[in-house]
């Protein structure tokens, strides 16, 4: 699976902006989509997770101000990220489990950088 994520960029603090993330390749089912997202210094980070069933997971930290939602007829998932703050600053990655050879296979996207300037 090859994933092409876009809609990255530099705003300002209470700004908004939208994420996604278009998986691509020989995709037989696709689970859960999600995004994580990698400050500098800190480990990789749970944002957001939509399950092929409905089920939706955030981070404690966008709850309210982040939104998950995909396409599933486009393989692709969305994130829109409203009143950002500097803390949100980070590269994003998105992330699809697909079955693949008999289990489920873990994709990763390249990254998109968000930056919140204060």
């Known amino acids: 699976v090859q994933l092409q994520a876009s809609g990255g960029g530099l705003v300002q603090a209470g700004g908004s902006l939208r994420l996604s993330c278009a998986a691509s390749?020989?995709?037989?089912?696709?689970?859960?989509m999600g995004w994580y997202r990698q400050a500098p210094g800190k480990e990789r980070e749970l944002v957001a997770t939509?399950?092929?069933?409905?089920?939706?997971n955030y981070a404690d930290s966008v709850k309210g101000r982040f939104t998950i939602s995909r396409d599933n007829a486009m393989n692709t998932v969305y994130l829109q990220m409203n009143s950002l703050k500097p803390g949100d600053t980070a590269v994003y990655y998105c992330?699809?489990?697909?079955?693949?050879?008999?289990?489920?296979?873990?994709?990763w996207g390249q990254g998109t950088q968000v930056t919140v300037s204060s």
């Open positions: 390749g020989s995709i037989l089912r696709l689970n859960v």
């Open positions: 939509a399950a092929h069933s409905g089920v939706i």
């Open positions: 992330n699809v489990q697909d079955f693949y050879g008999g289990g489920w296979r873990d994709s």
